[in-house]
């Protein structure tokens, strides 16, 4: 019996892939590990643990859990009634695993529009 997620039950078309499916959960996996060994993320315990958290929840179906203080709680080891307004660790951890992630794909692009421009 095939499920459907709630957003296919209201109509709406998501662009996200069904990662129900066993040949695309492991491509994702395959290609999350490659981008954590990249030179990037290699070295970058903290946004490395980030990305993986959230990856694998999405992929568990539990995006639910990607709340402040549940990522707090679960990631960062806090109690789960900790002042997410005192220790802001999800939100300072979150920018810098978006400047990374931003670092990554500028250093891609050019890497990609440098080799382009020579062959």
Not at 35 to 48: E, I, T
Not at 73 to 80: K, W, Y
Not at 95 to 112: I, M, P, Q, Y
């Amino acid at each position: 019996m095939e499920t459907t997620s709630e957003s296919e039950q209201q109509g709406v078309k998501s662009d996200i892939p069904d990662l129900r499916d066993p040949d695309r959960r492991q491509a994702v996996l395959d290609e999350l590990e490659r981008v954590l060994q990249g030179k990037h993320f290699r070295n970058s315990g903290r946004a490395k643990q980030f990305l993986q958290f959230v990856v694998e929840k999405t992929l568990e179906d539990h995006s639910d859990d990607l709340k402040e203080r549940r990522i707090g709680a679960e990631l960062f080891h806090r109690s789960l009634d900790y002042s997410t307004g005192d220790d802001p660790v999800v939100r300072v951890q979150a920018v810098w695993f978006v400047e990374d992630w931003n670092s990554t794909t500028r250093t891609t692009k050019a890497v990609l529009t440098s080799e382009s421009k020579y062959h």
